[in-house]
Each structure stands twice: as structure tokens, then as C-alpha cells.
């Protein structure tokens, strides 16, 4: 929001923050709440909307959530993270195969790790999928051998994590080198595993994350994360419009 405000500073133009969650999901009595926002950026008062379509899409597909917001079809719409089925819509996405090429190179180079475990979002999500393609290039790129049992679905969640995680120690496979994790959501959720069975991360294993959320910087142990520079694709994302 802080970058669009900059953005927009020296314009005549009015910024509104409308926080809303996935339709039609137990959130609780008032859980009709969290989608009744859409209804104030459908209005006639609101000229153009950014969506950040990468928070959605991470828990449904794409077409679905595009359905749900069928009703902007006639607004200027910029997604930032997926390319959404609308008319007269434009769309952010960043890059990860750098990331992942860098990140690699890092660890092998620098740290001489040689076995790595990845932790994946949701199977068949774009953006999980993607990082898993990057991730496999990467590792062949070092040659180094992408092991099909060194990769579970964490979801983006804690709990999937956890039964990843629980699965993997019950599975008799050695302890990698690094555990590689599609956000650092799961990327903590893998620290508190491995801290309850004893390792130190990052001592005996090296546990890297992907967003660079606030709270992961505060992380105990210290989460090794990527910056998706979240405020400068708000400032993009604003230029369109």
C-alpha cells in the first residue's frame, strides 16, 4: 500500500486497501464478511483495481478465482503473481528461475551442499509447479540428481508441512544438506521440525525459505529467504493505470 501511496502521491487519485479472503471457506459466524469487499470494487466509484492474484491462486486455480471476480470485467485490472481470465487485464509475475539458479549455486558453491530436499507448495499449482521446474534445472545445471522421494507438497501450510516432515523422518532417508522451501511459511514450519527432533539448523542442516516475510526475518534460528521486493511490484503494478 506504502508503495502505491508514493506512487499516486503527486496525482489526483484515491487509494482504497480492500482486504478480503477466499470465498465460501469455514472462517468462522461471520465468514461472509471477508468477500463482502468485492462488492465495493465492483461499483460504478471505483475506476481501476490491482489484485494480488498470487495470495489466491495459492490455495485455488486460477480459472476459479477468475470466475469469482467476473463481475470486474469492465475495470482496468492488474494481477500481480498469475495472468487472470479478464478482459482489459494486465498482468506482474515474477521471475524464480534466477532466484533458484543463484540460490543453488549459493549453496553448492559456498556451503558445499550436495543433497537437497524440496518442499513444494500445492501439487499442480502454477506457482509451486514453476518453482519445482526451476529447482530441477537448477540442481541439473550442478549435476546434481533430482531424487523424486526428496520432495513432498507442503501446501504453503504449517500442518501439510508438519505431516511432510513427520513422513520424512519415518521414511529412513539421510538428512540433506538443505531443505528448499517454497515459502517461508513452510520453511519455518521445517525449522520447528527439526529443532523438536534435535537438529540445529543452520549447524546440521540449512533450511532456506521464499518471500521474505516480516516475520521470518525475527525467525530463531535466522531464516535464509528470497525478496520478491513486494513494495517496488506495487509501485509497477501501478504504472499501467
Known amino acids: 500500500m506504502a508503495s502505491l501511496n508514493s506512487f499516486f502521491a503527486d496525482k489526483e487519485v484515491n487509494t482504497i486497501l480492500c482486504q478480503v479472503k477466499l470465498p465460501n471457506l469455514p472462517y468462522g459466524y461471520f465468514e461472509y464478511q471477508y468477500w463482502a469487499g468485492t462488492t465495493l470494487i465492483e461499483s460504478k466509484s471505483i475506476d481501476a483495481v490491482i489484485i494480488v492474484s498470487s495470495f489466491f491462486v495459492s490455495s485455488v486455480p486460477v480459472d476459479l478465482f477468475s ?3 467476473r463481475g470486474l470485467a469492465g475495470k482496468p485490472v492488474v494481477s500481480i503473481g498469475a495472468k487472470l481470465d479478464l478482459p482489459n487485464s494486465c498482468t ?3 521471475e524464480c528461475r534466477t532466484v533458484f539458479r543463484e540460490l543453488i549455486k549459493h549453496l553448492v558453491e559456498k556451503h558445499g551442499c550436495k543433497t537437497l530436499n524440496l518442499v513444494a507448495g500445492i501439487e499442480g499449482n502454477v506457482f509451486s ?6 529447482f ?5 545445471k550442478h549435476g546434481l540428481e533430482f531424487e523424486k522421494k ?5 501446501q504453503f501450510w504449517e500442518g501439510p508441512t508438519l505431516t ?5 523422518f519415518n521414511s529412513g ?3 540433506p544438506d538443505a531443505f528448499i522451501c517454497c515459502n517461508d511459511v513452510m520453511a519455518m514450519t521445517v525449522c520447528q521440525a527439526l529443532l523438536e527432533k534435535g537438529y540445529s539448523v543452520p549447524e546440521d542442516v540449512i533450511v532456506t525459505g521464499f518471500d521474505n516475510l516480516q516475520r521470518a526475518s525475527f525467525y530463531n534460528p535466522t531464516l535464509t529467504s528470497v525478496n520478491q521486493q513486494v513494495e517496488y511490484q506495487g509501485y509497477i503494478a501501478a504504472q499501467p493505470l
Open 173 to 175: 532417508l539421510s538428512l
Open 129 to 134: 509447479e514453476n518453482r519445482i521446474k526451476a
Open 67 to 69: 470466475s469469482w471476480i
Open 92 to 94: 506482474l509475475i515474477t
Open 150 to 154: 526428496r520432495m513432498f507438497y507442503g
Open 164 to 168: 511432510g516432515m513427520e513422513e520424512f
Open 136 to 140: 530441477k534445472k537448477s540442481l541439473k
